[in-house]
Every structure is written in structure tokens, then in C-alpha cells.
């Protein structure tokens, strides 16, 4: 083997002794044997009054019984978060935090709520066992790393006061005052160092595989990851429904407040007070979105239904637009879920006939039957007065998502031309799911 070659083996050899990571996971050893010696009283007692018993029995009860008491604190949750955060600073480990709850799903089209869970079966035992094993590796790792200071510190020079031997293998080595007891201080003082090295990695080997989560919580942390994806979606399609909405009745009324300012002040003020219920009406939105996303509790959800419907409908008449509603059966019977989907429905489609629709009267028919909700919008189709192309950029997500709110209450949604001049969306949902 080449001298680069070994060079190469001793620093990548001498690299751990060099982490500061390395000697703060030793300082988490030793407090995990630390810790355990309060319980070593209450281990010593039974000992104690079982003096009749030969004392290796005496000592192998204590050691037992100081090993049940240490793996019996483990068992609260609160150790193992507590061990988890310190494994994470001291040893640099990358564990997520425990499971103490998880995420569960809520209505259709609702938030998903909060459910408790906790460890059972074999995974119950892994924080006392990652325990045990640690305070092991901590009292180990004192009392030879100990030892090895300060042999280290007391051979060079004779600081023993006399000669030391040291028989290995039949041969016996005689150490005083010379060179040699610095050669083997020195060495002592590296074995501590790889003592050290030694306990920290096998600490970290164990941490995630005793303090991180088992196959059930990866299961359950792979679930709450996807319940958290589809709140976020959900989120999302109401920001683009509503904002997205207001944004193109704005922008509408905005145009027809600055054509009518000189001819028709009146209509004019109409347009901008319209403008402004709508802004209002929007930041409510943005309110709630943004603070459930902040994780935050939000003062009120927008709890928008068919019930404001007409709401929604003279606010499209302030900004110009001709509606022709057809409005039939008791909207205000329809369930909360499916009444505020529908309303979301409804905006989405009025929004793309505002956008994209060539003027004219915007067809709106909404029938609530005993057993379904039908909704239609119709509109023109062409190249709308007043907006240029590209005046309002689609995204590509409104239709998409419409679709995907449609799917999850199991109902069915059509869209596309309707005849030569004209663009329909239909959607029917059932007000009861099918079992």
C-alpha cells in the first residue's frame, strides 16, 4: 500500500475525532447516564433489604431493576419528544417529530380536522429500549473514555509516581518518566477520542431506527402528508373561484365606471360601490385562506351558498353584465356542503363567461329537485366587445378544477360548444351519495 494511500486512511480515520458533532453527541451519553442515577435509589431498595441473598444475586436484582425503572420512563410520550429534539441538535440526526395526532379528513369539500394517535404494539417498546441502550452507551463510554484521560494526562512525565506496567500478550512493558509515557499518554488520550467517536455513532446509528417512526406512523405520516395536499388544493380552488371572480368583475366594472364618469355619474358611483362590496367580499376570502394556511384560526369562514346567489348575480349587473336567471325548486334545502360546492360552481362558470364570452345575455338555471341539482350557464361564444385578446389570461386550472370538485361529490359535469355561438356548462349533483 502507497504512503498516500495510508495518509488517506488515517485522515478519513482521524476525521470523526475532528467533528464537534462527535464529542456533543458524547455530552448526550453521558446525560442519558446521568439521568438515570435518580432512579438508582429506588432500584438499590429491595437490594438492600434482601440481605439473606448471595451478592451477585443482590447486584444482578439492582442492575434489573434500574434497567426496568430507566425503560418504564420511555414510555410517556412526552420522553420521547423530548429525546427526539436533543437527538436532532446533539447527534445531528434528522428525526421528524413524533406522531401525536393526525389529520382527518372532514366533510366533503370541508377542512380536514385533527385526530389523536399514539404508538401501540411492538413500537410502544422502541423509546424504552433506545433508553436503555443509551444510558448503556453513556455509562460505558464514561468510565472508558474516563479512564483513558487520564491514564493520558498522568502517565507522560511519571505523574503515577513510579513505574507502570503493561503486560499484553506475555510481554510485559515497563513505563516511567521517558518518552514512552508520553508515546502511550498520547495514545490513550486518542482512544479516548475514538471511545468517543465510537459511542456517538453508534448512537446515531440506533436513533432512527428506535427513535424515528415506525412502518404504522410512516404509514399515518404518508397520510396526514396527503390530507395536507388536498386541504392545500382545496384552498387553492377557493382562492381561484372567489379572487379569481372578483378580479374579473373588478376589472369589468372598473371599464364601465370609466366610460359612464362623464355621461352617467350615478351609474358611474354604482360601478365603483360595486367594485368595492366585491373587494370586500374577496378579502373575507383571503382572510380565511390565508390563515388556515398560516395554521392559524381564522375569526370567520366565508360561508358562501345558493342563498347568495342573487348577491353574486347583481353584483355581475353592476359590472355590465345581462344575466337571464332561472331559479327553481327550494335552494335553501340543499344540504350546507353541496349548496356552498354549487355556489363555487356557479361563480367559476359566471367568471369564465365574463372572460370569455362574447357579451350578450349569460343564461344561469339553477333546479334543486328531490334527488339532484342540476346547474347550467350558458353564454356567446366569439370575440368579446371592448376586450382585447388576452385581456383576461387564462391559467388553465377553472375547468380542471371544477371538474375535480364535481368528481368528489359523485356527480357529473359537462362543458363545451352548444351549438354554432354558444358555450354550456352543465353540472348535476346528487343530494344523496350513493351508498
Not at 387553492?236 to 379569481?244: R, T, V, Y
Amino acid at each position: 500500500m502507497t504512503c498516500p494511500a495510508i495518509l488517506a486512511i488515517m485522515i478519513r480515520g482521524l476525521r470523526p475525532l475532528l467533528r464537534g458533532s462527535t464529542y456533543t453527541g458524547v455530552l448526550f451519553a453521558y446525560a442519558g447516564a446521568l439521568a438515570s442515577l435518580p432512579l438508582l435509589p429506588f432500584a438499590l431498595a429491595p437490594a438492600l433489604a434482601w440481605r439473606s441473598a448471595p451478592e451477585a444475586a443482590r447486584i444482578v436484582l439492582v442492575l434489573l431493576l434500574w434497567a426496568v425503572l430507566t425503560g418504564s420512563v420511555g414510555l410517556a410520550r412526552t420522553t420521547r419528544r423530548v429525546l427526539v429534539v436533543a437527538a436532532r441538535r446533539l447527534l445531528r440526526v434528522p428525526l421528524p417529530d413524533p406522531v401525536a395526532g393526525r389529520l382527518r379528513a372532514g366533510p366533503a369539500g370541508g377542512p380536514a380536522t385533527s385526530a389523536g394517535a399514539a404508538p401501540s404494539g411492538a413500537g410502544r417498546w422502541r423509546t424504552p429500549l433506545w433508553l436503555l441502550v443509551h444510558v448503556l452507551l453513556g455509562w460505558t463510554g464514561a468510565l472508558v473514555s474516563g479512564l483513558l484521560i487520564l491514564l493520558g494526562l498522568s502517565l507522560p512525565g511519571g505523574r503515577l509516581g513510579g513505574q507502570v506496567e503493561l503486560t499484553l500478550s506475555g510481554r510485559a512493558l515497563r513505563v516511567d518518566g521517558g518518552w514512552q509515557s508520553w508515546v502511550l499518554g498520547l495514545g490513550c488520550l486518542l482512544l479516548a477520542a475514538a471511545g468517543c467517536a465510537a459511542v456517538t455513532g453508534a448512537l446515531r446509528w440506533t436513533a432512527p431506527r428506535l427513535l424515528g417512526p415506525s412502518p404504522a406512523e410512516r404509514l399515518a405520516l404518508a397520510a396526514e402528508r396527503e390530507l395536507l395536499l388536498a386541504e392545500r388544493n382545496r384552498l387553492a380552488h377557493e382562492l381561484h373561484d372567489s379572487i379569481g371572480h372578483t378580479l374579473t368583475a373588478a376589472t369589468i366594472q372598473a371599464a364601465v365606471a370609466g366610460e359612464l364618469l362623464a355621461a352617467d355619474p350615478a351609474a358611474a358611483r354604482a360601478a365603483l360601490r360595486s367594485i368595492e362590496e366585491s373587494a370586500r367580499a374577496a378579502l373575507e376570502d383571503l382572510d380565511h385562506v390565508l390563515g388556515v394556511l398560516r395554521e392559524e384560526r381564522p375569526g370567520t369562514a366565508p360561508t358562501r351558498t345558493l342563498s347568495d346567489l342573487p348577491e353574486l348575480l347583481d353584483r355581475l349587473r353592476h359590472a355590465g353584465a345581462v344575466l337571464e336567471p332561472d331559479l327553481s325548486g327550494d335552494l335553501a334545502q340543499v344540504p350546507g356542503t353541496l349548496s356552498r360546492a354549487a355556489y363555487r360552481i356557479l361563480q367559476e362558470g359566471l367568471t369564465n363567461a365574463l372572460r370569455h364570452g362574447a357579451g350578450g345575455p349569460i343564461e344561469v338555471r339553477v333546479a334543486a329537485g328531490a334527488d339532484g341539482l342540476e346547474l347550467d350557464v350558458v353564454n356567446r361564444t366569439g370575440a368579446a366587445p371592448g376586450h382585447g385578446p388576452g385581456a383576461f389570461p387564462t391559467t388553465g386550472h377553472g375547468l380542471p378544477g371544477l371538474a375535480e370538485r364535481v368528481r368528489l361529490l359523485h356527480g357529473e359535469i359537462d362543458f363545451g360548444p352548444a351549438g354554432p355561438r354558444h358555450w354550456r356548462l352543465a353540472v348535476r349533483l346528487p343530494l344523496r351519495l350513493p351508498a
